[in-house]
């Protein structure tokens, strides 16, 4: 009997260890790469924080789409590479370049758990000099 019930410890243990948020920067990170707003924005919050070059706002997650799509679609997006990620206290961030047509954008991604999914809250684009 004891037996049964450390293994069931054992079991519980490590299930409750391997959750997960159901959204993670890594999926932001691949939707990035391939510059798809409209898959980036499965994951972005009811309003969210986009600074681009020319502009610093707060927009609803519609508003947010569209000013992605914009930016990827002016700029050509070839791919996102991760430079660090990190988590604190139930948020997760990354900075990467995005590789761009146009050039190289330093960008930072800052998602924050809500319930039991990880929202982007946050997106900075700055060129590269």
Known sequence: MKRVQ?????????ALLSFKPAFSIDEVAVAMRSGNAAQLSRYLDNRVDISLPDKADTYS??????????????????TFEVKHKGENGGSEFCIGILK?????????LFMRLKGDKQFLQEIRFQPVE
Request: proline share 0%; hydrophobic share 45%; glycine share 6%.
């Open 100 to 108: 761009t047509k146009n050039g190289d954008f330093r960008t930072v």
């Open 6 to 14: 450390r293994a069931l410890a054992i079991v519980a243990t490590i």
């Open 61 to 78: 997650k519609t508003q947010a789409e569209m000013i992605i799509r914009d930016f990827f679609t002016t700029n050509g997006v070839e």
